[in-house]
């Protein structure tokens, strides 16, 4: 299971590793350089190459300043696929991730604005 062991603006440290783009933190794998059709909005296409891999628990990272803005549409269909959808700004979000069980939580992190 992947540790989130540290955030800043712009930076996040995953199992020793220091990542500075957007990243997927999945169960049982990381996906790093995780990129959006419109880099301050999430569409639920965005998460396309992971919604069969997403478990029960999904947090999204909005940023440090919660620039990113999920679809209504898509947390819609996410929560209608059983997944519980927590939208945090992205240190909020690492916390809470802390605080789950990370074989059940996946994180879908925007790192900066």
């Known amino acids: 299971m992947a540790r989130i062991d540290a955030y800043q603006f712009g930076r996040i440290v ?12 999945l169960p049982n794998r ?13 569409v639920l296409n965005d998460l396309q190459d992971v919604l069969e891999e997403l478990p029960e628990q999904l947090l999204i990272g909005t940023g440090a300043h919660g620039q990113l803005n999920p679809d209504p549409a898509t947390l819609e269909r996410l929560q209608a696929q059983g997944i519980n959808v927590e939208t945090l700004p ?19 992190l925007h790192l900066t604005c």
């Open 90 to 108: 992205t240190a909020a979000a690492v916390r809470r991730y802390g605080e789950l069980d990370p074989a059940h939580t996946a994180a879908a």
């Open 30 to 42: 990381v996906v790093r350089n995780w990129w959006r059709q419109d880099g301050h909005s999430l």
């Open 14 to 25: 995953v199992d020793g590793q220091q990542e500075t783009r957007d990243l997927i933190v």
